[in-house]
């Protein structure tokens, strides 16, 4: 995995408060936990780690699973930034942070109208 730019690293390691922590369920199971920090004055890290569920294999269980790194002017995801192409476990985390990361958007898909005539 990659990693986090050395000085916002440090400020995770050393932050005793996390802004915001949340229990991820799919399909009713706890797959993943949240957590976003401000690093630094215009820094947000958004953090997915794998749950300690009895899915996940001891080695993986609370470990971070992927970061999205918010600077102000774009973001940069840590864990699947240098790949061309996600696994399907992969775009799932993606699109939890992403959708966790955009608190300022309310995001609706509308449903398709039936066709009355055929």
């Not at 947000?44 to 600077?71: P, R």
Request: net charge negative.
């Amino acid at each position: 995995m990659a990693k986090l730019k050395e000085e916002i690293q440090k400020v995770i390691d050393n932050a005793s408060e996390v802004l915001y922590r949340e229990e991820i369920y799919i399909n009713g199971r706890h797959e993943y936990d949240y957590h976003k920090l401000e690093a630094a004055k215009s820094v947000t890290v958004h953090t997915l780690y794998f749950s300690d569920d009895e899915e996940w294999g001891d080695s993986i269980k609370k470990q971070v699973a992927m970061q999205l790194v918010d600077n102000g002017d774009g973001v940069e995801i840590i864990g699947a930034c240098t790949k061309k192409h996600l696994n399907y476990l992969e775009a799932e985390q993606l699109h939890i942070l992403l959708r966790l990361a955009s608190t300022h958007c309310v995001y609706q898909i509308a449903e398709p109208t039936p066709k009355k005539e055929f």
